[in-house]
């Protein structure tokens, strides 16, 4: 813009309307932010999926026939079905990542509704089926109930699925909070829009 003179800068133009200019609205930071967030969940939640198909895989080469002797060699219990069903939580994220690409409500809320569906109520059965094991071990001192507890390698398979529920029940619990965000900041994008 010209200028009158060496000194002279018009009006608005000297750096202090810069608080009125190129702001993001608040729904659309929550959007991203949370975004990125629900994203990285998803790919935790992949990581305890490959953990999981790891401990499935000597049932699932037995069902096909196939013998690998490391794998038998490992004596790896049966799973229950409450694995398999957990399993299925995986096919819901695609759910999430696919309404994270267009900003879709309806999917986001199928992916909250499918996470506590095949996330939650398996992970919750498999605290309540493991419970008497690990209270067992933890509080008992009788060498003959320690003997009932089903041990793998070692370790109270109880305490070892424990430890596996409680990574998986905070990655659900992030990931349904960040969805969450989401949908409203979603809602509120289509209120502003429409006023």
Known sequence: MA????????????????????????????????????????????????GMLAKLSADILDRLDIFILEIEELSIPAPLLWEYVWCISLLVSFLGLASIRKNRVKPM????????????????????????QVWTYLTSQDA???????????????????????????????????????INAWKFRGVRKME
């Not at 967030?37 to 998803?42: A, F, G, N, Q, S």
């Not at 320690?146 to 305490?159: D, V």
């Open 3 to 50: 200028t009158k003179g060496p000194s002279y800068t018009p009006i608005g133009t000297d750096g202090t309307d810069h608080a009125y200019r190129q702001r993001i609205a608040a729904q659309y930071q929550i959007s991203a932010l949370n975004k990125s967030r629900l994203k990285y969940c998803i790919f935790f939640h992949y990581l305890l999926f490959f």
């Open 109 to 132: 809320q199928q992916y909250i509704i499918g996470i506590i569906i095949f996330g939650y109520l398996p992970l919750l059965f498999g605290i309540v089926y493991y419970c008497s």
């Open 144 to 182: 003959d109930e320690l003997e009932k507890i089903q041990m793998w390698q070692g370790y109270p398979y109880g305490l070892l699925w424990y430890g596996f529920i409680l990574l998986a029940l905070q990655v659900h619990f992030f990931s349904l909070y960040f969805a969450w965000n989401l």
